[in-house]
């Protein structure tokens, strides 16, 4: 009898990448950490770990390059990647937030973000027809420097806007760590997918 087919994973570098491992171990694959801290694909026991900034995660499993990987739902909606999405991990959680200067008021013309489409999004929704400009990290100063009277980004604890006086005025969506996976591995792979699938669900937390 042949082995199981052995899968390849994204999984991004950073916060999440030590959580990630913590619950494929907990579903039963044999992860040994490393390749040294540089590389950036290594054989880790039960599967080929696969590094990358978590922006890149969904384009590396539609396109088959990894089976699977681990990415969070606001990055998955901004991605517009069609994965399939099994598994809610549950941690990694945050709210994707429209951000403004404490006790600012007036119209919104001019939003920054690292997410321009669900940005943009939202503002159609709302009505507004504020311009969105598209930044790749520290999205606040937008705020602080008065690049732009709001931004939209990720909330976690709140510490980045007691920080710097900023405030909370809508929240665009809720989001948390996804197991996601490509369409044809969930297929090609399903001996190895669908068990391990399950047993993700079945951790605490996960649903
Ligand atoms: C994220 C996010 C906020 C901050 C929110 O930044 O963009 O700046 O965390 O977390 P808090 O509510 O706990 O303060 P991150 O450091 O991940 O990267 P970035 O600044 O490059 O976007």
Redesign the pocket.
Known sequence: MSAPPRLTLALPKGRVMEQSLEVLRAAGLRLDTGGGARALRYDAGDATIIEMRNADVPTYVELGVADAGVVGKDVLLESGSQLVEPVDLGFAA?RLSLIRPRGATGTVQRVAS?YPRLTGDYLRRVGSGAEVVKLS????LACVSGLADAVV?????????VANDLEEVDVLLRSSARFVVNRAALKLKHETLRPLIEALRGLPGSF
């Not at 990290?137 to 606040?140: A, T, W, Y």
């Not at 980004?153 to 806007?161: E, K, S, W």
């Open positions: 945050c690292k990290g520290n999205v606040e980004d990720v909330v976690q604890t709140g510490a980045t806007l």
